[in-house]
C-alpha cells in the first residue's frame, strides 16, 4: 500500500494501517471517557485485544492501584446487595451469580454469552437497574448506539436520584450515595449514547430536550462532580461543538444561549482538562473546546451591544420623526391661525 493511500491511523490491537477507502472502527469507551478514540481494523481485533486495551484505560484513569480498585470492586458488590435486599435469598443468589458470569465473559471479550446472561438476570429481576447498565455497556462495546441508549435509559429510570428516596426508589429515610451516583453513570451514558447520529426521534426519551437537558446536566455536575463526564456533558449541552451537532429536541425558536451560559461552558472543559490524566498534548482537545465556548461568548456578547445599539439609533430615529411630525403640525396650526 503506498503512502498515498494510508489515512495515518494504525489499529491499536495489531497495528495495522488504515486504507484510505476503509474507516476504522474506533473504541466506545474512550469515545464515552471523552479520550481519542482508539482505532481497530476489525471488530475481532477490538474483542481479541480488549483485555490489554482495558488495561490501557484502567491505567490512564488511576483504577489500576490495588487499593484503589479493591475499594471500587467492594463498593459495587455493596451497591449490589443494597438494591436487592428486598429480594429472596434464592433469587438474590442467582441474580448475582449471573452479574458476576456476565462480568467475567465481558472481561474476556465474549460480548454474546455475557449479554445472554444478563438478559437471564433481567428476567429474573426486571426491576433492578444494574443489569441493565451492565448490558448498556455490552451493547455500547458492540457500537451499537440505539441500544445502549435505550438501556441506560432504563437503568437511569430505576437507580435512585434524589436524596430522599431509598436504593429501591421509593419514598423513605433511608438514602443510598452509591445508588445515587449509579443513576448520574447512567444517565451520562444515556445522554452520551442518544446523541450518536442515526437513532430516531420517536425513541428519545421525553427529558431529551433542549430545556431540560440544560437542568439535568447542571444536576449531574452537583450530583457526580467527580465524574468529568458530567462536565462534559454539561459543557456540549451549554455549548454543542461543530463537528458534534446535538441530536435533542430543540425550542420552536432553536437553540439560544446566553453569553454566561456560553463561559460556563468554557469553564467546564477547563474543569475536564484539569481532571484528565496525562501530557499537555494530550489535553489540548479540551483547550480547543474551551476556547471556541469563549469565543462564541464573545461574539454573542458583541451581537447584543450591537442589536442594543441598533435598537437605541432606530428609537432617535423613530423620536428624531415624532418630533418632524409634530412640529409639521405645529406650524400647520400657527400659519392656520395667521391667516385667520
Known amino acids: 500500500m503506498g503512502e498515498e493511500d494510508f489515512t495515518g491511523r494504525v489499529c491499536w490491537g495489531c497495528g495495522?494501517?488504515?486504507?484510505?477507502?476503509k474507516k476504522f472502527q474506533t473504541c466506545a469507551r474512550c469515545r464515552e471517557?471523552?479520550?481519542?478514540?482508539?482505532?481497530?481494523?476489525?471488530?475481532?481485533?477490538?474483542k481479541e485485544h480488549w483485555p490489554k486495551h482495558k488495561a490501557w484505560h484502567l491505567e490512564r484513569s488511576g483504577e489500576n492501584d490495588k487499593a484503589g480498585s479493591a475499594a471500587k470492586e467492594k463498593a459495587v458488590l455493596s451497591t449490589l446487595k443494597s438494591v436487592m435486599n428486598e429480594q429472596p435469598a434464592s433469587e438474590t443468589k442467582s441474580y448475582m451469580s449471573l452479574m458476576m458470569q456476565a462480568d467475567e465473559l465481558k472481561l474476556?471479550?465474549?460480548?454474546?454469552?455475557?449479554?445472554?446472561?444478563?438478559?437471564?438476570?433481567?428476567?429474573?429481576?426486571?426491576?433492578?437497574?444494574?443489569?441493565?447498565?451492565a448490558l448498556g455497556e455490552i451493547m455500547a462495546l458492540g457500537n451499537k448506539p440505539a441500544e445502549a441508549a435505550a438501556l441506560y435509559v432504563k437503568a437511569a429510570a430505576l437507580f435512585p436520584n434524589k436524596a430522599a428516596t431509598n436504593v429501591q426508589g421509593t419514598a423513605g429515610p433511608a438514602t443510598?450515595?452509591?445508588g445515587t451516583?449509579?443513576?448520574?453513570?447512567?444517565?451520562?451514558?444515556?445522554?452520551?449514547?442518544?446523541?450518536?447520529?442515526?437513532?430516531?426521534?420517536?425513541?428519545?426519551?421525553?427529558?431529551?430536550?433542549?430545556?431540560?437537558?440544560?437542568?439535568?446536566?447542571?444536576?449531574?455536575?452537583s450530583t457526580a462532580p467527580n465524574d468529568l463526564r458530567s462536565w462534559q456533558t454539561r459543557a456540549f449541552v451549554l455549548c454543542p461543538m461543530p463537528?458534534?451537532?446535538?441530536?435533542?429536541?430543540?425550542?420552536?425558536?432553536?437553540?439560544?444561549?446566553?453569553?454566561?451560559?456560553?463561559?460556563?461552558?468554557?469553564?467546564?472543559w477547563q474543569r475536564v482538562m484539569q481532571m484528565t490524566p496525562g501530557s499537555k498534548e494530550e489535553k489540548r482537545p479540551y483547550v480547543a473546546r474551551a476556547a471556541?465556548?469563549?469565543?462564541?461568548?464573545?461574539?454573542?456578547?458583541?451581537?447584543?451591544?450591537?442589536?442594543?445599539?441598533?435598537?437605541?439609533?432606530?428609537?432617535?430615529?423613530?423620536?428624531r420623526k415624532a418630533a418632524a411630525a409634530e412640529n409639521l403640525v405645529m406650524g400647520q396650526g400657527t400659519a392656520g391661525v395667521a391667516a385667520w
Not at 33 to 42: D, K, T
Not at 109 to 132: D, F, H, M, Q, W
Not at 189 to 207: C, H, M, R, Y
Not at 251 to 268: D, H, I, K, N
Open 16 to 21: 495495522e494501517k488504515e486504507p484510505a477507502g
Open 33 to 46: 471517557e471523552g479520550l481519542a478514540p482508539s482505532p481497530f481494523c476489525s471488530k475481532e481485533c477490538l
Open 108 to 133: 474476556r471479550g465474549s460480548y454474546t454469552p455475557a449479554e445472554k446472561l444478563l438478559r437471564e438476570a433481567v428476567e429474573l429481576n426486571p426491576t433492578n437497574p444494574i443489569a441493565y447498565a
Open 176 to 178: 443510598n450515595a452509591q
Open 181 to 221: 451516583n449509579l443513576w448520574a453513570s447512567s444517565m451520562l451514558s444515556a445522554i452520551f449514547w442518544l446523541n450518536v447520529p442515526g437513532g430516531k426521534v420517536e425513541d428519545q426519551p421525553t427529558w431529551f430536550n433542549d430545556v431540560e437537558l440544560k437542568e439535568l446536566s447542571a444536576e449531574l455536575c
Open 243 to 268: 463537528d458534534m451537532p446535538p441530536q435533542w429536541q430543540m425550542p420552536p425558536g432553536g437553540m439560544v444561549r446566553t453569553e454566561e451560559e456560553l463561559v460556563e461552558a468554557g469553564r467546564c
Open 292 to 319: 471556541h465556548c469563549f469565543r462564541t461568548a464573545q461574539l454573542v456578547a458583541e451581537r447584543v451591544v450591537q442589536q442594543a445599539a441598533e435598537a437605541q439609533k432606530q428609537a432617535q430615529e423613530e423620536a
